[in-house]
């Protein structure tokens, strides 16, 4: 059983509440526009992170994280990029990736907007965090939680950090 924190678009924020609550989280997915890396090396310290590059993210960046990713934990596959859309209105190409790689979980950030809904065309559950950060015109900045157990999703808790 993992214990998954998930949040996108700090774009170089720091909050001490991400360390906060996902201090109990065995991994942390950040779906891009990180913005810095102080922010990957301060998610890295509370727990492993997988991350995604995003728009405004540098070539640095760009190289270490890369801008998909597609991996496996706990019997669940997960596909992650920054710019993905949603169900009924997918980034282009976006689409063509996920039934190719058929994941569980599509996660992606870019829209600052909390989003989480599942997508019975493609048998996958998608989930915008929505932003974490301060910059851009969300009217709540938000993180997600959810725990992962023998493939099954389950808990998913969504936690709000106010504007």
Known sequence: MKRIG??????????????KHFAD??????AGDIGSNEIIDRLSEIAPLIAVAGNIDDSTTRRTCGTLKTWTTEGVK?????IGGYPGKYAPGIRFKI???RPDIFVAGHSHILKVMY??????LHINPG???VYGWQ????????TLDSGTIKDLE???LGK
């Not at 989280?25 to 950040?30: G, K, L, T, V």
């Not at 997960?78 to 920054?82: A, F, G, K, P, S």
């Not at 009217?139 to 959810?146: D, E, G, H, P, S």
């Open 78 to 82: 997960v596909m992650m990029t920054h």
């Open 25 to 30: 989280c065995d991994e942390i997915w950040h």
């Open 119 to 124: 997508d019975h065309s493609l048998n996958t």
């Open 158 to 160: 969504v936690i709000e």
């Open 139 to 146: 009217a709540v900045r938000t993180l997600v939680k959810l």
């Open 6 to 19: 998930i949040l996108s678009d700090t774009h170089g924020y720091w909050d001490a509440r991400y360390a």
């Open 99 to 101: 039934e190719t790689n």
């Open 131 to 133: 932003a974490a950060g």
